[in-house]
């Protein structure tokens, strides 16, 4: 019989992950790290990285490669095939290491249930996981703009940058955090009065924050995470929008 933990790593700070977490690796017969490509390699280091700060033992972390998503043609049946086939390969894994069963891990950044798929791909297998929770990429940016995430008794709306680029800003909401912008979604609604709080690869060594009015620094932003892409290869970032 096979149990799976999907465990919140946090945002790629070793530090942010949890005691609980740490125990949940420390349990694993098999831990499963990722790949998706040279262009990413990074976070597969990051993760080597936190294994190798919390675990005596790396003789049970294996390393695989994700398939990669068809975008030609529409998102979600692109997504769905996609999460289709990671689901395999995560049983092909399991099947060739864990012929007997055991408890399998994977490390996820963040949290499992915050625009993570994760879950969805464990549904597919059959499996209900145990979800140890992580620091999400949303409290590390409060915390390192400092600022509380919502006015007193207002609202906050967390979208994605696909929706508030085809959509505008989300009807009844006093902020917006925005999450999976493939860049540049803010300049799609009107700056009046909209302050931004962005950063970049938040808790890691090359963290990056610009905040600020909109229509001061929305072009500061757009130049700094292109120049941030370039040198890194990829990038993870977020931000709060609030008027």
């Not at 915390?143 to 800003?169: K, S």
Request: a negative charge.
């Amino acid at each position: 019989m096979i149990a799976l933990d999907l465990i919140g790593i946090g945002t790629g700070n070793p530090e942010h992950v949890t005691l609980a977490a740490i125990r949940a690796m420390a349990g694993a017969d098999l831990i499963l790290l990722p790949r998706k490509g040279s262009d990413k390699s990074d976070l597969a280091d990051l993760r080597r990285q936190i294994c190798e700060t919390h675990l005596p033992d790396l003789s049970r972390v294996v390393e695989f490669d994700l398939p990669v998503r068809d975008a030609s043609g529409a998102y979600l049946d692109g997504v769905n095939d996609w999460h289709d086939a990671i689901a395999q390969t995560w049983k092909a894994q399991i099947d060739a290491r864990l012929p007997q069963g055991g408890r399998v891990a994977l490390l996820v950044w963040g949290d499992p249930s915050l625009y993570d798929s994760t879950l969805r791909i464990a549904a597919r297998l059959g499996i209900t996981p145990r979800v140890v929770p992580g620091v999400t990429s949303l409290s590390v940016l409060t915390a390192a703009h400092a600022i509380p995430l919502n006015d007193l008794g207002a609202p906050v709306i967390i979208t994605t940058g696909r929706r508030l680029r085809d959509e505008g800003w989300p009807a009844g909401a006093d902020a917006v955090a925005v999450m999976l912008d493939q860049g540049g979604a803010f300049t799609h609604i009107a700056p009046d009065g909209v302050t931004i709080w962005w950063g970049a690869y938040l808790g890691m060594a090359q963290e990056a924050l610009i905040s600020g009015p909109l229509d001061a620094v929305a072009q500061e932003i757009i130049d700094t995470r292109a120049a941030l892409r370039a040198r890194h290869g990829w990038i993870m970032d977020i931000y709060l929008l609030r008027r």
